[in-house]
């Protein structure tokens, strides 16, 4: 090896060793006579010492020669440090120069190589391996990799088996955009990239493999969001023989183990809440629970006292503030605008504050008595010093806006901690929804998933047809969905009801997914699964918003990987093997 | 759960206890007034018992009525066997029943879901979910995941860590074809699926992660071989800061874990070979030691003595089969017409027979005397019995020839045991070669290893261009390839000049490989890597010559997925919205 140690593991029992270390110059000082390098490696830094009279004169002019980032190879002797710097677990040592060479000069960076850095977005993904050497970003791949390892452990534990599945595979109209690939020896066709595996995991219960995950990449063309990314990881499971209760707890305490592994935290166990209950109580099907601020349900409390908006409105509902009476005209104003923002689409905000002396004091004190308010006060059990945050309108839509607004509130209110976790399921999601544009039903969770067995009448009906509940979960941390799965369909002719109601012919369904359909004839158990999005969960245990920084080579918003300058066009050559032609509009 | 136990965990102890099990249909057997079924899952099988009189009789009507491969549901008490299977793990217990429940019926499988099936290989292939059903494939995928765990094991063990690398990159022109996926957001533009994570690893370790690894998906668009797939896996591995040694008891390390984990084998310490002697003794880079049958050189022995064949050839070279001088006349012939495929090339084969009193018999008796055939006795240290087989011509075809021919005498020897195994290293590779057809150079292992620092001053004439050695190194075991790799270049000027050397021009390297070529100027180590190749690894682990039935779900030879039947044609729309457009000759 060029090293006996790393720079991150010498201490002071090691004082009188000769080492040799490998590594980047972090920083050099020079002064009265001294000179000192950090030298860095993924372990940590290490301090290297030369000193006037003391260490050989050339060695000193070599040393006062590095730049930041020069790779070099040292070799020296550990010496105690006479001041020694507690907050560095090598600061009791440095090591006396006996030998300096460069391995490696380094142009300067573009940007400072520290956790803070002057470094802009563009540049940082430019030269993303300069940044990836900055010890936050290091650290987010290294949780990544113990999060995976962990994983793999509690599976392989619970005799689950890793099977790869395919990457080049068929596409399908369903569900979100495919990359497709061409095929050289099948010319006119193409594979696509599977948007999960989900009919492979399926079969592989069919064939009886009983309990199956991957950590496994897949592939979605949509349009991207700074949380987006074309290619992510996911933590895709299934298993046999199983309902929906087994499966909760089966992964359940994957989280917990996860959580002890990699953040030694206990999160207990996780509480189950409806969907319609997430949605009546946080107006969100993945509700962010470290803080209760319930939505207050307002119809009978404030309908026909003569506010117009309320009268009209087919909901009125609010939430309460705790503790935030002492908000200012100002900032009331900006809720009001955060609520009116397109995006969120609320006409318009209603308040009221508890006085001290119990009072309420609303922005509607013309249409409301003091009794009145008293009575809203009560909904709310509100106590003096509370601030009563209200929205009306089209029931859902108003829901979702007052969702933003108890967000918004926790944010403010700072009770959205990214150190504390609650996580919880959210359960008996519906079996479809109905989407206006499309004018047909959509599949929830996606055209596999199994509808409660007790509600499977519903479905011969138009009008209760949005009714039947499906057996689909979805794990929630902190207002992140991490996780979803549900129980499957294993019977031939429910999937095959299942693709008319999504508006499949007969034909259209046997063409796309004959195998799997006939593979439910061939003697199919009982199964299902969960998925859970493993950038998104490491980008949680790293309590980060974005995914982007637990990815070690990302995209952009656009696609692109600007570091390697891809997509690119290729040969004339190539397409011409490939049968195909690019037809670029207005080229 | 719908099932208290798994079909192979049931013993004599747990006589009594009454349990559920969820299984298929092995096979039923009624007889003398007993029904017997065999409930199959992955753990084992079981065998459930419906006896006349004791069992209620609907029950036994219901179990008359199972097929093979239905899925079903069973509740009972485990009951001593009357006659004890010894060769079944559960074979001292069945289970009497007192609930049946299908819980999905089956079709007759098309081919027979047992060890030893009736199905053909395509028949097996549409129906794949079903040969997975069969104990061996299912073995295959099982042995497959340990190896998984145990490579991850060790290499955390070693501080490696693994990091995902993108799938979505570039095209670049240097090694097999591209498969592509045409950028939707950026059109007339592509993505291109990695051959290998190569540079990306590089740049890890330029981004100071030290030890990576990555069990990765990697995608070759070539013309297929029985044991090759368009995507295949790799344990993809890169090292900071070392040198050669350092690789090869790195990966000895993990390889002789794996043999002890996976086959409870001690491999003990790899020899190295150098490619010169490789070439030399067993005219073949990935020499199958588990026998010796050595190349002799007879140049010196065999010319000068008038026989035509010899006295023009640039080698003559044989070897020799110990004990085989029995062969008969027709068994030489065969011998001869396999030297003489136009595969292997050889115009003829020379055999040399050493008798019991010490005389050698040879097909070339009337061009040499008794006295030189002892030379060759001698040059061959052959004894009574041996058969000696000799082939002359152009030294390097007559090498691979002869190759062939070792090989095909270890066979017939029986000295090629799959349970056998035999690994070693082949080191010194050259860096270059020259492909006649294409007027020049390229790299032996690929354009980002590192020459030899002895040798780097070789490159600089034409003449000795061919004669450098790189710093690369493959892992051979059984005569297969299993794993391959090298200390790469880390600075600029070599990495350019190494691009040169395989003809390209100094904008094509900016233009494909910019990337890296800047990333060695801000501070890159030393490195150097290995990749295996799994999905082989695992064949040899499992003593199978192709790799396909280590792939749950494998391509056939024009890369179609006939279960799914992929690739497939997509819509006029979404290749609108890709920007292409598909160019079929005669379509």
Known sequence: MLRTHTCGELRPEHVGLTVTLCGWVQRTRDKGGISWVDLRDRYGLTQLTLEEGVEAEEMRAAARELGREFVVQVTGKVAERYSKNDKMPTGGIEIRVEKLEVLNPAKLPPFLIEDETDGGDDLRMKYRYLDLRRSPVRQNLMLRHRVAQATRRFLDGQKFIEVETPVLIKSTPEGARDFVVPSRMNPGEFYALPQSPQTFKQLLMVSGFDRYFQIVKCFRDEDLRADRQPEFTQIDCEMAFVEQEDILNTFEALVQYLFKEVKDLEIGQLPRMTYADA???????????????????????????????????????????????????????????????????????????????????????????QEALQQWKAAFNAQPGDLLLILAGEPNKTRKALSELRLEMGQRMGLRDKNTFSALWVVDFPLLEFIEEEGRYFAMHHPFTSPKPEDIALLDSPDTIGEVRANAYDMVINGVEVGGGSIRIHDRAVQARMFELLGFSAEEAQAQFGFLLDAFEYGAPPHGGIAFGFDRLCSLFGGADSIRDFIAFPKNNSGRDVMIDSPSPISEAQLKELSIATAVVGK
Chains 1, 2 share one sequence.
């Open 279 to 369: 949605m009546r109580y946080y107006g969100n099907d993945k509700p962010d629970t470290r803080f209760e601020m319930k939505f207050v349900e307002l119809n009978d409390v404030v309908k026909g006292q003569g506010f117009p908006v309320f009268d009209n409105a087919g909901l009125v509902v609010g939430i309460n503030a705790h503790n935030s009476a002492m908000y200012t005209r100002k900032q009331l104003d900006e809720l009001t605008e955060f609520v009116k923002r397109p995006q969120i689409g609320a006409t318009g905000l209603v308040y009221a504050r508890v006085e001290q002396d119990g009072s309420v004091k609303s922005s509607v004190d013309k249409f409301y008595s």
